[in-house]
């Protein structure tokens, strides 16, 4: 029972993988993609109607037919669709199926037929005969046939042949392409006649041909070819299509696949704690993005402030500045319209001297008048040379804020450093190892490097290979002492930032000089120690 149990579960948790991934229900007559997915038939032509091609449905000869499949009980636009004969069927299969865009009659090359895969977001090419050229895809209706019968999907299946109410199916018949009660099996298969023998089969609301047919000659596949990765029968074998290609029975194809995908499932079947470990993992790090995620934008929110208060705090200051500006420039044009206004007919200035002008003492005129004549000389001078005490300008308190914006539009997320360039000309090997790099020119800052090293010319360890390592390098160059002489070194450099490390630089080949007293050979020449006056020269390889 717990088994039983298991194995509805298994077929339970399997459904997503018997969807069609654009009508999202369960596979009907799928057809298999040159991209190895699958789609079913009406969901492949409603596709390609959309897409504008127009008769490259796929062939008709698929089409489910059966006794109950008559007009009264097809479709309104199924009933009214006039059927083409026989022979006119032939010539649309020989001629690629009717007409679509950009294609002319009688055209020597005809456009390949482009189908959008739903599941892998591409466009796959379908050649010039569209949903004719692919293989229907038998194993994956038989499971979906099995999935249906497991969880009991869509009810029971109800006999196509009794009259209403209709009863449950209990056969099916391939032959005559239809479910069948008991009785209603016996009626439509007499004995003593060719329909009694044919074999009944579990009911089902699709019937799929026996064996896989060749979409091209509809004869049954025989062969497979590794090169088109296609199934082909023998017609296909000898066509010239297939020349030099390496051609192998299904039978051969057949094992081969299969010891292989037995030993996939076996192997993941045998690592379920490995993988339940991993599920794990990935967990705690979906745990962990999603509170770093959220460290990061508070982050990001509190800098964004921070620079909003100092705007803020500036936009004060500013403010404040031409206000006092506003005032001052405010106070002497005041004090300048007073001083005009006291030139005006009944003013108490005009007054005062109309009144001065009428005494006779000359004495006490000159004594009242001298002060008075200043005042009215500096009035007349002002009202000759007028301007005003203060402009009404402000375009000395505009702000250039090109730059301050360039700054803000560029604000992004800081980048790890790119892959540093070595620069061959200042590095070389000797008795110490002086590696020199830099950055490239467009390249976000490093904060300190990693120099990584090893030898080449020695046996390889069993592993992974092993680098030397040199931690928080500062500055754009490294001096390595004490190197093994007459060996290869190849070292590499990255940098590093407060976004993380950047790519290696590209490996770089160094060779040591040999021991003092010693000598290298090539072939059978053999080659004196290096002068003293050319020890530091680049040794690059």
């Not at 009264?72 to 009717?98: A, Y």
């Not at 070819?225 to 023998?234: A, D, H, N, P, S």
């Not at 379920?272 to 979906?286: F, G, H, M, R, Y």
């Not at 003492?361 to 004549?373: E, G, T």
Request: aromatic share 6%.
């Amino acid at each position: 029972m717990a088994a039983k149990r298991g194995t509805k579960t298994s077929m339970k948790n399997m459904e997503k993988e018997l969807l069609c991934p654009v009508c999202q229900e369960m596979y009907k007559q799928p057809l298999v993609l040159p991209c190895t997915h699958n789609v079913c038939q009406a969901c492949a032509r409603e596709v390609l109607g959309q897409q504008g091609y127009i008769g490259h449905g796929g062939d008709p000869s698929s089409e489910p037919t059966s006794p109950a499949s008559t007009p009264s009980t097809r479709s309104p636009r199924l009933s009214r669709r006039t059927l083409p004969k026989p022979d006119r069927l032939d010539r649309l299969l020989k001629s690629g199926f009717g007409t679509y865009p950009g294609r002319k009659r009688g055209a020597l090359h005809p456009q390949v037929i482009m189908f959008p895969c739903p599941a892998c977001q591409g466009d796959v090419e379908l050649g010039e005969r569209g949903l004719a050229g692919l293989f229907r895809n038998l194993t994956l209706e038989r499971v979906v046939e099995r999935y249906r019968q497991s969880v009991s999907v869509g009810g029971a299946i109800l006999c196509q042949l009794c009259k209403p109410p209709p009863l449950e199916a209990t056969k099916g018949c391939t032959e005559c392409r239809a479910t069948f009660c008991n009785e209603c099996f016996k009626l439509f298969h007499p004995w003593g006649t060719q329909k009694a023998q044919h074999e009944p089969t579990l009911p089902t609301l699709s019937f799929r041909p026996k064996g896989l047919m060749c979409p091209d000659h509809k004869e049954e596949v025989t062969h497979y070819c590794k090169t088109c990765q296609r199934l082909v029968c023998q017609l296909c074998r000898v066509r010239r299509t297939h020349s030099g290609h390496k051609i192998t029975p299904v039978l051969s194809a057949y094992q081969a696949l299969k010891d292989k995908l037995t030993k996939s499932l076996t192997y993941i079947l045998g690592n379920q704690d490995t993988v339940q470990t991993q599920i794990c993992e990935l967990e705690e790090a979906v745990r962990h993005t999603e509170v770093s995620g959220q460290q990061a934008k508070e982050e990001v929110s509190q800098l964004v402030r921070g620079l909003g208060a100092v705007l803020e705090e500036k936009r004060a200051s500013l403010l404040q500045a031409i206000e006092e500006c506003q005032q001052e420039r405010l106070a002497r044009l005041s004090a300048q319209i007073q001083e005009h206004r006291s030139l005006l007919d009944g003013s108490g200035l005009v007054g005062y001297a109309q009144e001065v002008l009428k005494e006779t003492d000359q004495p006490c005129f000159v004594q009242a008048a001298k002060q008075l004549h200043n005042r009215i000389a500096r009035a007349t001078e002002a009202l000759q040379t007028f301007r005003p005490a203060a402009s009404s300008s402000f375009r000395h308190c505009q702000l250039d804020v090109g730059r301050e914006m360039k700054l803000l539009t560029e604000l992004n997320f800081l980048r790890v450093p790119e892959a540093p360039v070595i620069d061959t000309q200042r590095t070389f090997a000797y008795d110490q190892i002086f590696l020199c790099w830099r950055l490239p020119p467009h390249s976000p800052p490093a904060w300190h490097y990693t120099v990584e090293f090893r030898r080449t010319d020695v046996p390889a360890q069993p592993g992974p290979t092993r680098w030397q390592r040199r931690e928080e390098v500062r500055g754009t160059s490294a001096l390595l002492e004490n190197p093994d002489t007459g060996s290869v070194y190849v070292l590499r450099v990255r940098g590093c930032n407060k976004a993380g490390y950047g790519e290696y630089s590209e490996d770089v080949h160094l060779h040591t000089p040999p021991a003092p007293g010693t000598t290298r050979t090539a072939g059978t020449t053999a080659v004196p120690r290096m002068p003293q006056w050319r020890r530091r020269r680049p040794l690059l390889s």
